[in-house]
């Protein structure tokens, strides 16, 4: 069953603290993406992979960085956390080989910045 | 920029037929999709339509694409409560890294 997961699925922050939140796939899927998921907004892109060490900044990049040293992982920092960044977080991956772009997605992180 | 929208709330009862409606701006969008969101749950994909289609039936779903309004919708038969959960639309082009999620619609399903 193929899978992605999220270190966390509930997590509490202080402001100004450094987040990390951790994703993993084991579908050794090429791309991989992450999205802040906020009620009334739907899904907002906030930075996108398509390979080991590559990555792009998606439409709401401020205040966030990523990393991806290894394909399966790829990990979001929020390097001072504020409480505007207070959402769920969503990761995702997809095939490169494919038309169509079915993303397969994780269970989430809730974040609480307090 | 592209976008896509949808409403954002729909209530129907259990056994009536469904229809959750999306419209997007791309003209050049490729690959149109649904995705569905359970409680506490990432996305799934639920279905997909290419862009030179214009239906699309997979057992209770059907998908209907009129391209000149750049309109979609996704029409569930008898539904059940088990059907209760949010449904994003999405749009993106071939090969494209990007797809454009609308804000979803939170179906209701009472019993």
């Known amino acids: 069953d193929v899978k992605v997961t999220q270190s966390s699925r509930y997590l509490v922050k202080r402001t100004g603290e450094k987040v990390f939140l951790e994703c993993v796939q084991d579908?050794?899927?090429?791309?991989m993406f992450w999205y802040r998921q906020d009620p009334g907004l739907g899904l907002r892109l906030i930075y996108f992979?398509?390979?080991?060490?590559?990555?792009e900044k998606g439409d709401i990049p401020e205040g966030y960085s990523v990393s991806r040293e290894k394909k399966e992982r790829f990990s979001l920092i929020l390097e001072s956390a504020s409480t505007n960044q207070t959402s769920m977080y969503l990761c995702?991956?997809?095939?490169?080989?494919?038309?169509?772009?079915?993303?397969?997605f994780g269970p989430g992180t809730r974040l609480t910045v307090l | 920029g592209e976008d896509v929208e949808q409403s954002l709330f729909l209530s129907v009862r259990e056994g009536d037929s469904s229809v959750i409606n999306c419209t997007y701006t791309?003209?050049?969008?490729?690959?149109l999709y649904w995705y569905k969101q359970e409680p506490g749950a990432g996305l799934q994909l639920l279905t997909y339509?290419?862009?030179?289609?214009d239906m699309k039936q997979d057992q209770r779903l059907t998908v209907l694409l009129n391209k000149k309004d750049k309109h979609l919708s996704l029409r569930i038969a008898d539904t059940q409560t088990g059907d209760s959960a949010i449904y994003f639309c999405?749009?993106?082009?071939?090969?494209?890294?990007?797809?454009?999620f609308g804000a979803g619609t939170r179906l209701f399903v009472k019993a």
């Open positions: 791309d003209s050049s969008s490729t690959y």
């Open positions: 339509i290419f862009s030179n289609m």
């Open positions: 999405a749009e993106s082009n071939t090969g494209g890294f990007k797809t454009i």
């Open positions: 992979s398509y390979d080991v060490k590559m990555k």
């Open positions: 579908m050794d899927h090429e791309n």
């Open positions: 995702a991956s997809s095939r490169r080989d494919r038309s169509y772009n079915e993303q397969f």
